[in-house]
């Protein structure tokens, strides 16, 4: 089931990543130059509105894609570098520092 993401920007006093990491960073300026919407635009219809469990957001899933193929590293490792780098939990969509995993490497 896909729910669009939310146009709020809520930042949090001690936790919000845009303003935690440094602009001057690849991965910060990567995630400011692709226009994410095209992605939403494209796969939003291949979701179910009322049926199957919540789906990831799709920019998380996309970014995680293309990280794993600029580092060329397998699901698993990809996942685990996204859990330890508020730089690819930035690009990824993310506005918070969260401790959790994204989802499941298999």
């Known amino acids: ?5 939310s ?5 949090s006093l001690f936790w ?3 303003t935690m990491l ?3 960073n690849s ?11 095209v992605f939403e ?3 939003t219809p291949l979701y179910s509105k009322d049926t199957g469990r919540m789906a990831k957001p799709i920019r998380l899933m996309v970014g995680l894609l293309i990280l794993k193929h600029l580092r060329d590293v397998s699901d698993e490792s990809v996942v685990e570098q996204f859990s330890e780098n508020a730089y690819s939990r ?3 969509g993310l506005e918070a520092f969260q ?3 994204p989802c499941v490497p298999t």
Request: proline share 6%; aromatic share 16%; glycine share 0%.
């Open 99 to 101: 401790t959790n995993s």
């Open 22 to 24: 440094s602009p001057e």
């Open 90 to 92: 930035y690009f990824c």
């Open 7 to 11: 146009k709020v920007h809520q930042s």
């Open 41 to 43: 635009q494209s796969f």
């Open 16 to 18: 919000d990543l845009e």
């Open 1 to 5: 089931m896909y729910k669009s993401p």
């Open 27 to 37: 991965l910060y300026k990567l995630a400011n130059l692709i226009d994410w919407n």
